[in-house]
């Protein structure tokens, strides 16, 4: 009978254990809490903290010249920083106005509407002339 004493006192004093080895974190699913945010973005950070009315915030994000490029992380650092929902997507919307203004802008657009040079059908049109007179 001393035996199944014995053993459950074993397995009790294992299960602390156990459970310990059962609860292994990965860790690069976790968040990284301490992320730094785009210094435009801890721009914004300040604004709200500071108890600006989100109207001014706003205003703020659209005279901007720079991109916020967020990233899913910097989004959850920046709501749970106390920004609101309407400052982030006025933030993620500054982005794509600024990309796609850039990409309006673009040098490459311009040079695919300069016209061809007329050196070359000149050279082909006395080649013709030049092949004509020959055989005639």
Do not use: W
Request: charged residues 10%; aromatic residues 4%; glycine residues 6%.
């Amino acid at each position: 009978m001393r035996t199944p004493k014995y053993f459950i006192l074993l397995a009790v004093a294992m299960l602390p254990l156990h459970t310990g080895f059962s609860q292994t974190v990965n860790p690069s699913t976790e968040p990284q809490a301490n992320a730094p945010l785009p210094s435009s973005a801890d721009e914004v950070v300040r604004l709200a903290q500071s108890g600006v009315d989100d109207q001014v915030v706003l205003a703020f994000i659209g005279q901007s010249q720079s991109c916020y490029n967020l990233s899913g992380a910097d989004i959850a650092a920046l709501k749970n920083a106390g920004v609101s929902s309407l400052v982030l997507t006025a933030m993620l919307n500054h982005d794509s106005a600024l990309h796609t203004q850039a990409q309006s802008s673009s040098p490459v657009a311009a040079t695919q509407v300069a016209p061809q040079p007329t050196v070359a059908q000149s050279g082909a049109v006395s080649a013709t002339a030049i092949a004509e007179s020959r055989l005639g």
